[in-house]
């Protein structure tokens, strides 16, 4: 669970832009001078209920927090926080889970596309696992992650990339680590990539607030931090846990919402609420109270990314279910158009 909440409420006018914090009357980039206003009507196949995709346990007994999908090697990468009472290699105890919350310890898991165990990582000091990334190279996958906790929030400060390695444990000052710090003084630093238009989406907090920023992938590897979009996350006003966040094209997809309990019963439906927003504008073209699998039990949302194999891309959205300490997880996908 991303149990961060959006902090204060927003600006009315979501701002796009070359700078970080771009006045309202910048110059939008040239790819987009001429973009025309996306349209408001309702995405039907989108707005349709999901289909399962996958159901799986992870290493650990904690909650799935993020994913994403190798489709060509058939695996699914996938975060949570490391529970209490493991003990890691080279550590003298073994931590409780809120020294690992603070910590900001992970466990990277691999499984196959049938749910089955295919590896796994330790990340030491990284973050909360709000989100994560994948390139595929020659070499083998390339993760991006949240990366170098706040010692007082547990939240990364910034992001880096690194190949899988089975059973290895990683610090956040390990060699093969390939680190930025895309927006000083920030945290809660979540990457999610769109390898299909070499885009990398940023959702960072400044201030307290939390907003998005849209990075050329190339570039942003080149340590060229000046954003073709920056503008505040929509949604904060509603004061809904942050869930997770993908990217494709032209659009932003994100994630809010808690699981079942007091104040949000089952009967209700769930306040799950899924967005699109126009990078473009950074304005929310179409949202919805997500209604795949209500009958779930405690049905946490956690986790969105996008297939783009067999032709139409598909958004793939994660669920929590389970009595907790024996928590496990399903995903369902819909056509993205």
């Known amino acids: 669970m991303v149990t961060e909440m959006q902090g204060p409420r927003p600006g009315r006018r979501a701002v796009c832009g070359l700078g ?6 910048a110059v939008l980039p040239t790819r987009w001078a001429r973009a025309a206003p996306a349209s408001a009507r309702k995405p039907p196949a989108l707005s349709a209920a999901g289909r399962q995709f996958l159901a799986g346990r992870l290493r650990h007994s904690t909650v799935l927090q993020s994913f994403t999908v190798d489709e060509r090697h058939g695996h699914l990468y996938a975060l949570q926080l490391v529970a209490g009472g493991v003990r890691l290699a080279g550590e003298e105890r073994a931590p409780s889970h809120a020294e690992r919350v603070e910590n900001g310890d992970l466990c990277l898991n691999r499984l196959t596309l049938d749910g089955s165990t295919a590896g796994h990582m330790y990340l030491k000091g990284f973050g909360h696992g709000g989100s994560i990334g994948l390139e595929e190279s020659a070499g083998g996958v390339t993760l991006w992650t949240e990366w170098d906790a706040n010692p007082a929030s547990g939240y990364g400060r910034g992001v880096c990339r690194f ?3 089975d059973g290895r444990v990683l610090e956040r000052d390990s060699d093969g ?5 895309p927006v000083t003084g920030s945290t809660s630093n979540f990457p999610a990539l769109d390898v299909t238009h070499r885009q990398l ?7 307290g607030i939390p907003r ?14 000046l954003p073709l979009a920056d503008f505040a996350q929509p949604g904060a006003d509603l004061d809904l846990p942050f869930q997770g966040m993908t990217v494709y094209g032209d659009y932003a997809y994100q994630l809010l919402g808690s699981a079942y309990g007091t104040g949000n019963p089952a009967s209700s439906g769930g306040n799950t609420r899924l967005y699109r927003i126009d990078l473009r504008t950074g304005r ?5 109270v997500e209604r795949t699998a ?26 929590v279910e389970g009595p907790a300490g024996s928590r496990t ?8 158009s």
């Open 201 to 207: 989406l940023l959702r960072y907090k400044t201030g």
């Open 20 to 25: 970080m914090f771009a006045a309202a009357g």
């Open 163 to 165: 190949r899988f390695t």
């Open 284 to 288: 929310v073209v179409w949202q919805q």
């Open 294 to 319: 209500p009958g779930l039990s405690p049905r946490e949302p956690e986790g969105l990314a996008v297939l783009r194999s067999g032709g139409t891309p598909r958004l793939c959205l994660g669920f």
């Open 177 to 181: 680590l390939r680190t930025y710090h």
């Open 329 to 336: 997880f399903r995903l369902y996908d819909k056509a993205l």
């Open 212 to 225: 998005f920023a849209l990075y050329d992938l190339d570039r942003f590897r080149a340590r060229q931090f």
